[in-house]
């Protein structure tokens, strides 16, 4: 297989080999056409010998062997003997293999190499053309040295330069593709990376918050257990409720991943359903007060990012400010859903619990759902109190 696989490079592939097949070509053919003696353009010139003819072809086909690594080059050196020719007696084989010289300049030269070639030799064959007719005083000799002009020099020029346009034309919608692929598999990573950046939120919000509550429920059933066996017992049957809403929340993660269904946006959730979360908060401890009510209209997309970013601050203020009352506030004023929540944290001079008890996972999460929809949030602390508020454009509202 490696072997073939040789063969082939160097016999299809090596420009050098390929050149020196085509240089044999050239030379075996103008051979015998002068062997056939069918070469000489000119009969009124003195006859040469075979041999000048046989050594004037092949300084024309020697520099063939270059005619792709260095065509500008190769075309000068064969330039020498055709003009020897053209004193000796204009031949067909060396204008010919001229010809080829000639093709391989246009279309393997540099661009500014091929451009010349294409204009410069219209001038002198026309002028030329026009000095052998007056000379010889017929109109007929000027159209012939036109004629052969065209044919051996024209022609292969204006025939490279085409195959070359095509070639370019080839290789920039060759780079074109290319460029478009890499921008699909661009567009595709950025919409795997903020797919992956969806997921995580969902999982932190849905999964994290759902644990945490169990986590801080579970353990004042604990402490309860003795001293008040009916309050643990409701904290409890919190805790399997969470659990059981955990479940449903991951298995509707699961269903959104296994379907074709782009148009769905994520799990359930909406801020009519708000009752299970301050329901959860109050089991383990916490108090919330809701003021307000918000819009019953609202974008499904809105509606879902108040609901998790409700969730989020509500598992954040159990987690960081066990204990403490929680106040929800919901306002709808020229075209934006405001939703504030705030709970006390302590001693002002004391540091913030949320770097120092969690990663912030749960605040850019926030701030990231908001942006997602148009809209803003911020959280920080307020003297002893830390307050989350967010602003949510609400001005295309669903019509079901």
């Known amino acids: 297989m490696d072997n073939r696989e040789s063969e082939i490079r160097v016999g299809f592939v090596n420009p050098r080999y390929n050149s020196l097949l085509v240089a044999l070509a050239y030379f075996a053919g103008g051979a015998l056409l002068y062997a056939l003696d069918l070469g000489v353009l000119v009969e009124d010139r003195p006859p040469q010998p075979l041999w000048?003819?046989?050594?004037l072809l092949a300084c024309v086909c020697a520099p063939m062997t270059m005619r792709r690594t260095r065509p500008l080059l190769a075309l000068l050196l064969g330039t020498v003997p055709v003009l020897v020719d053209l004193v000796v007696g204009p031949s067909?084989?060396?204008?010919?293999?001229?010809?080829?010289?000639?093709?391989?300049?246009?279309?393997?030269?540099?661009?500014?190499?091929?451009?010349?070639?294409?204009?410069?030799?219209?001038?002198?064959?026309?002028?030329?053309?026009?000095?052998?007719?007056?000379?010889?005083?017929?109109?007929?000799i000027a159209?012939?040295?036109?004629?052969?002009?065209?044919?051996?020099?024209?022609?292969?020029?204006w025939w490279a330069r085409s195959v070359r346009t095509h070639r370019d034309a080839a290789e920039?919608?060759?780079?074109?593709?290319?460029?478009?692929?890499?921008?699909?598999?661009?567009?595709?990573?950025?919409?795997i990376t903020t797919e992956r950046q969806r997921l995580a939120r969902d999982l932190h919000?849905?999964?994290?918050?759902?644990?945490?509550?169990?986590?801080?429920?579970s353990e004042a059933a604990l402490r309860l257990r003795d001293s008040d066996p009916d309050?643990?017992?409701?904290v409890l049957e919190s805790v399997r409720s969470g659990s059981v809403a955990a479940l449903q929340e991951m298995q509707s993660m699961v269903r959104l991943l296994r379907?074709?269904?782009?148009?769905?946006?994520?799990?359930?959730?909406?801020?009519?359903?708000?009752?299970?979360?301050t329901a959860s908060a109050r089991a383990a401890g916490t108090s919330v007060r809701i003021?307000?009510?918000?819009?019953?209209?609202?974008?499904?997309?809105?509606?879902?990012?108040?609901?998790?970013?409700?969730?989020?601050?509500?598992?954040?203020?159990?987690?960081?400010?066990?204990?403490?009352?929680?106040?929800?506030?919901?306002?709808?004023?020229?075209?934006?859903?405001?939703?504030e929540v705030v709970n006390p944290i302590g001693d002002p001079d004391t540091p913030d619990p949320s770097p120092a008890r969690g990663a912030g996972h749960g605040l850019r999460n926030i701030a990231e759902r908001a942006a997602a929809v148009g809209g803003h949030a911020r959280s920080g602390r307020d003297g002893n109190e830390w307050r989350t508020y967010v602003q949510l454009p609400i001005a295309n509202r669903s019509t079901t």
């Open 259 to 277: 379907s074709d269904d782009t148009d769905e946006i994520t799990t359930a959730g909406r801020l009519a359903d708000l009752e299970p979360l």
């Open 92 to 140: 067909l084989p060396v204008w010919i293999a001229y010809g080829d010289l000639l093709y391989a300049a246009a279309l393997f030269g540099s661009a500014r190499t091929s451009r010349f070639l294409e204009r410069a030799p219209l001038v002198p064959i026309v002028v030329g053309a026009v000095a052998l007719g007056v000379y010889f005083g017929e109109l007929r």
């Open 231 to 234: 309050r643990a017992l409701t």
């Open 205 to 217: 919000d849905v999964v994290a918050g759902h644990l945490s509550s169990i986590a801080i429920q």
């Open 52 to 55: 000048v003819w046989l050594v």
């Open 291 to 339: 003021d307000g009510r918000p819009p019953a209209d609202l974008d499904a997309e809105v509606d879902l990012t108040a609901y998790r970013i409700v969730q989020e601050t509500l598992t954040n203020a159990v987690k960081h400010a066990p204990g403490r009352p929680v106040t929800l506030r919901f306002d709808d004023a020229d075209g934006h859903l405001g939703i």
């Open 172 to 191: 920039i919608e060759r780079a074109r593709a290319e460029a478009l692929s890499r921008v699909a598999e661009l567009d595709r990573r950025a919409a």
């Open 143 to 157: 159209v012939w040295a036109v004629s052969i002009a065209a044919l051996v020099i024209v022609v292969p020029i």
